[in-house]
């Protein structure tokens, strides 16, 4: 478990490099550490070291984590597919959703949102090289499901993620990643009042910082080697 913090660090010092290298400030990008299938504990380990956003696959699991570490500030995100009959569950317990693809969705979560917690932070998943994943909106479809999530109470628009397929090398991930920068721009030139460019994981952060991504969802390289599922 030491591993986390000595982790942490080294990838803090990634993200530092990618920033030097990309021109940007060293606090442009905010860390997304994905602890999905690692232990509530891992989490709070990860605490100690520092770290405060926490990325989430699955929500019932998430939730769970999210219950038992309830006495640390911790900030939760949801990152994963979301069915109709999770919603619930994603409003009333999580602090960010990167996964929203359909407006059925967000009416859902806008309407199940508590006041109390204030708007749940939203960015809209984008399937931005047609992966066979079929999760996000096409492209050329993100405007207009941005006009309509800018209408409902609750939620609050920040921005895009997208999560391309695997890219062999470091040229063809920033190119693929770039395309997701010039749709951010686009809505930004729209009027949107975005924030968050959700791009990059272990692999491939550091074309998404060249690419100008605000936030990478790490996992792997913090928590380690994620067993079957995920
Ligand atoms: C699992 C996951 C990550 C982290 O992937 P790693 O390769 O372990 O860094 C990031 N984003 C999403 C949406 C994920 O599902």
Redesign the pocket.
């Known amino acids: 478990m030491l591993e986390i913090k000595t982790n942490l660090q080294a990838i803090s010092l990634r993200i530092e490099k990618a920033c030097a290298a990309a021109g940007r400030a060293p606090n442009a990008v905010r860390l997304?550490a994905?602890s999905?299938t690692f232990p509530a504990q891992a989490v709070a380990q990860a605490h100690t070291a520092g770290q405060i956003d926490f990325?989430e696959?699955y929500i019932q699991e998430g939730v769970e984590k999210i219950q038992a570490l309830a006495h640390l500030p911790l900030v939760w995100h949801c990152?994963?597919p979301i069915q109709s009959n999770k919603t619930r569950l994603v409003a009333e317990h999580f602090d960010w959703v990167?996964?929203v693809d359909r407006l059925k969705i967000a009416q859902r979560l806008a309407e199940q949102r508590p006041a109390a917690l204030g708007p749940l932070q939203v960015c809209i998943q984008v399937n931005v090289d047609g992966g066979p994943t079929k999760a996000g909106v096409p492209p050329e479809q993100a405007a207009e499901l941005a006009r309509q999530i800018a209408t409902l109470p609750g939620l609050r628009l920040r921005g895009i993620?997208s999560?391309p397929e695997p890219a062999p090398d470091f040229a063809s991930a920033l190119a693929v990643h770039q395309r997701s920068l010039a749709l951010y721009e686009s809505l930004k030139a729209q009027g949107f009042d975005l924030d968050t460019l959700s791009l990059g994981?272990?692999?491939d952060l550091e074309a998404a910082i060249q690419a100008g991504s605000t936030m990478v969802?790490?996992?792997?390289?913090?928590f380690g080697t994620?067993s079957a599922q995920?």
């Open positions: 997304l994905v999905k990325g696959n990152i994963g990167h996964s993620m999560i994981m272990s692999a969802r790490v996992g792997s390289a913090i994620r995920a």
